[in-house]
């Protein structure tokens, strides 16, 4: 196992970075990390894409919706790509094989946008501070709830 060459602590202001094991455990079964991957990308898409259909016009998309709701649901996306990204990049700088360590990579830009496109539609509706003040909110809970989760090296999370 190759040693990580960045302190991945501090990505996309998530604040506890993964369990080192948890690279060492997702290696021997990539295949199941990869399917729990595509089913928290679902979820996201699909929360979305009904979010658009119930409010095709663009301005209602926040006006139906408490803004509370919307931006807590925005930003609960905006978490579980974060974290995606963190966990990728472990990959892409732990594993041993250049090919795979490089696929990983590409996975991990791919979450870095899926994260902006959500912090980044939050900000469009509401304003900044709001964002940033409950962003933060949201990511101390996530440190705590990581603090608690068992290390399973099936998961993305
Ligand atoms: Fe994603």
Same mark, same amino acid.
């Given at each position: &196992?190759?040693?990580?060459?960045?302190?991945v602590?501090?990505?996309l202001?998530?604040?506890?970075?993964?369990?080192?094991r948890w690279v060492n455990?997702?290696?021997?079964?990539?295949d199941?990390?990869?399917?729990?991957h595509?089913?928290?990308?679902?979820?996201?898409?699909?929360t979305?894409?009904?979010?658009?259909?119930k409010n095709?016009?663009?301005?209602?998309?926040v006006?139906?919706?408490?803004?509370?709701?919307?931006?807590d649901?925005?930003?609960? &996306?905006?978490?579980?790509?974060?974290?995606?990204?963190?966990r990728?990049k472990?990959?892409?700088?732990?594993l041993?094989?250049?090919?795979?360590r490089?696929?990983?990579?590409?996975? &991990?830009?791919?979450?870095?946008?899926?994260?902006?496109?959500f912090i980044?539609?939050?900000?469009?509706?509401?304003?900044?501070?709001?964002?940033?003040?409950r962003?933060a909110?949201?990511?101390?809970?996530?440190?705590?709830?990581?603090?608690? &989760?068992?290390?399973?090296?099936?998961?993305?999370?």
């Amino acid at each position: &196992m190759k040693e990580l060459s960045v302190d991945v602590k501090n990505i996309l202001g998530l604040q506890l970075p993964s369990d080192p094991r948890w690279v060492n455990l997702a290696e021997l079964q990539l295949d199941e990390i990869l399917t729990d991957h595509a089913y928290c990308e679902q979820k996201a898409a699909t929360t979305c894409i009904s979010l658009i259909t119930k409010n095709s016009e663009k301005e209602l998309l926040v006006e139906e919706l408490p803004h509370e709701r919307f931006l807590d649901q925005m930003l609960i &996306m905006a978490l579980i790509e974060a974290r995606s990204c963190e966990r990728f990049k472990r990959l892409s700088e732990g594993l041993d094989d250049a090919y795979m360590r490089n696929f990983y990579r590409r996975f &991990m830009e791919s979450e870095a946008g899926h994260y902006t496109l959500f912090i980044t539609l939050a900000e469009h509706y509401l304003e900044k501070k709001v964002v940033r003040r409950r962003w933060a909110e949201w990511l101390k809970y996530e440190k705590e709830l990581m603090k608690e &989760m068992e290390v399973r090296g099936d998961r993305i999370h």
